[in-house]
């Protein structure tokens, strides 16, 4: 019914527009016909999503602020990362070079604070230097095997079906073999290089990895926010890199702080066993040589077996740090 009419006393009638055609008569002529979801483009709408984002990372900063043990973690690595930034400019020189009389031991020469080892080379030197080998050789490792890690993962429990079955099976392939011996054949049949460690350490963290995202990427895609972007239509790539990946990676993230620690050791354990790039000094290495005269100057070993404990424990502690703030069982305590 377009229009309404009231009846007067002299028979005529008045005619009255619908109250929607009123109130519409005030809208401006070039509003569109048909606006889809304007409510999403609103001001406010913006402002409360982003602002509830700002206030999500806010929050778990301060939880992780919060972990003394955390804090103490981050201070620790920060001076292991600094060590290794500025270790060229300290010691310019080859930290492989000898510099003075061998077995100098700490304090005895002010001119090299920590002693020197058996060939005369200042340890000082070499642990400043063996720390940039060290966080170069964890950091890279593990953004290797995470990527190949998360990209694996991320098929097998998206699609799921045969695709998921054979991805689990070349999974469990590496995951029979040690990974320390594999690592070891890996590096012994290729030059023992700084690029050969870090592909080898690599190879054998990514499965744990995979198998992580993947059952993250099982529960993710079942939920309410996932199947309504499949009903929109979206893409198998959007669904992946902007649905679930986002929702995946608190879990990932604390994983790849153990990672590095780990990639950590197994570049000592190489350098150890003298399976390391001979030209660049390492903390395993140092140990290495430093273990023929371990009783008759232990500093040669403890000193760089120190450098090792602290970043390796200022690594866990990053992580559970990381786990208590990212962790969803503990929102509802935040």
């Given at each position: 019914?377009?229009?309404?009419?009231?009846?007067?006393?002299?028979?005529?009638?008045?005619?009255?527009?619908?109250q929607?055609?009123?109130?519409?008569?005030?809208?401006?002529?070039?509003?569109?016909?048909?606006?889809?979801?304007?409510?999403?483009?609103?001001?406010?709408?913006?402002?409360?999503?982003?602002?509830?984002?700002?206030?999500?990372?806010?929050?778990?900063?301060?939880?992780?602020?919060?972990?003394y043990?955390?804090?103490?973690?981050?201070?620790?690595?920060?001076?292991?990362?600094?060590?290794?930034?500025?270790?060229?400019l300290?010691?310019?020189?080859?930290?492989?070079?000898?510099?003075?009389?061998?077995?100098?031991?700490?304090?005895?020469n002010?001119?090299?604070?920590l002693?020197?080892?058996?060939?005369?080379?200042d340890?000082?030197?070499?642990?400043?230097?063996?720390?940039?080998?060290?966080?170069?050789?964890?950091?890279?490792?593990?953004?290797?095997?995470?990527?190949?890690?998360?990209?694996?993962?991320?098929?097998?429990?998206?699609?799921?079906?045969?695709?998921?079955?054979?991805?689990?099976?070349?999974?469990?392939?590496?995951?029979?073999?040690?990974?320390?011996?594999?690592?070891?054949?890996?590096?012994?049949?290729?030059?023992?290089?700084?690029?050969?460690?870090?592909?080898?350490?690599?190879?054998?963290?990514?499965?744990?990895?995979?198998?992580?995202?993947?059952?993250?990427?099982?529960?993710?895609?079942?939920?309410?926010?996932?199947?309504?972007?499949?009903?929109?239509?979206?893409?198998?790539?959007?669904?992946?890199?902007?649905?679930?990946?986002?929702?995946?990676?608190?879990?990932?993230?604390?994983?790849?702080?153990?990672?590095?620690?780990?990639?950590?050791?197994?570049?000592?354990?190489?350098?150890?066993?003298?399976?390391?790039?001979?030209?660049?000094?390492?903390?395993?290495s140092?140990?290495?040589?430093?273990?023929?005269?371990?009783?008759?100057?232990?500093?040669?070993?403890?000193?760089?077996?120190?450098?090792?404990?602290?970043?390796v424990?200022?690594?866990?502690?990053?992580?559970?740090?990381?786990?208590d703030?990212?962790?969803?069982?503990?929102?509802?305590?935040?």
């Amino acid at each position: 019914m377009n229009s309404q009419k009231l009846a007067t006393l002299d028979g005529r009638s008045i005619g009255f527009a619908p109250q929607a055609k009123a109130e519409g008569s005030q809208i401006s002529p070039e509003a569109p016909k048909h606006p889809r979801w304007t409510h999403i483009h609103a001001p406010d709408v913006r402002a409360s999503v982003s602002g509830t984002a700002w206030r999500g990372v806010r929050r778990e900063l301060k939880v992780f602020l919060g972990n003394y043990n955390a804090v103490f973690g981050t201070a620790i690595l920060l001076l292991v990362a600094l060590s290794a930034l500025f270790a060229s400019l300290v010691y310019p020189g080859d930290p492989l070079e000898m510099v003075a009389r061998p077995f100098l031991w700490p304090g005895q020469n002010p001119a090299y604070p920590l002693g020197t080892d058996s060939m005369g080379r200042d340890v000082l030197a070499g642990i400043l230097h063996g720390a940039r080998i060290s966080l170069t050789v964890g950091l890279a490792a593990t953004a290797l095997g995470l990527t190949a890690g998360i990209a694996i993962g991320a098929v097998a429990g998206y699609f799921g079906g045969l695709i998921d079955d054979i991805l689990v099976k070349f999974i469990e392939i590496f995951q029979t073999i040690p990974s320390f011996v594999l690592l070891v054949v890996l590096v012994a049949i290729a030059q023992p290089t700084t690029a050969t460690v870090t592909i080898a350490i690599a190879i054998v963290s990514w499965p744990t990895v995979a198998r992580l995202t993947r059952a993250e990427f099982r529960t993710i895609r079942e939920k309410d926010y996932v199947q309504a972007a499949r009903s929109l239509g979206f893409g198998h790539s959007r669904i992946i890199f902007r649905e679930i990946l986002p929702n995946a990676l608190p879990p990932l993230i604390v994983t790849s702080s153990v990672m590095v620690a780990s990639a950590i050791l197994m570049e000592s354990a190489l350098s150890f066993m003298g399976l390391g790039d001979p030209n660049r000094v390492s903390w395993g290495s140092m140990i290495g040589a430093g273990r023929d005269v371990i009783r008759t100057a232990w500093y040669l070993t403890a000193l760089p077996g120190l450098a090792i404990v602290f970043t390796v424990l200022s690594l866990n502690l990053i992580g559970d740090g990381l786990n208590d703030a990212l962790n969803p069982r503990f929102s509802e305590d935040r």
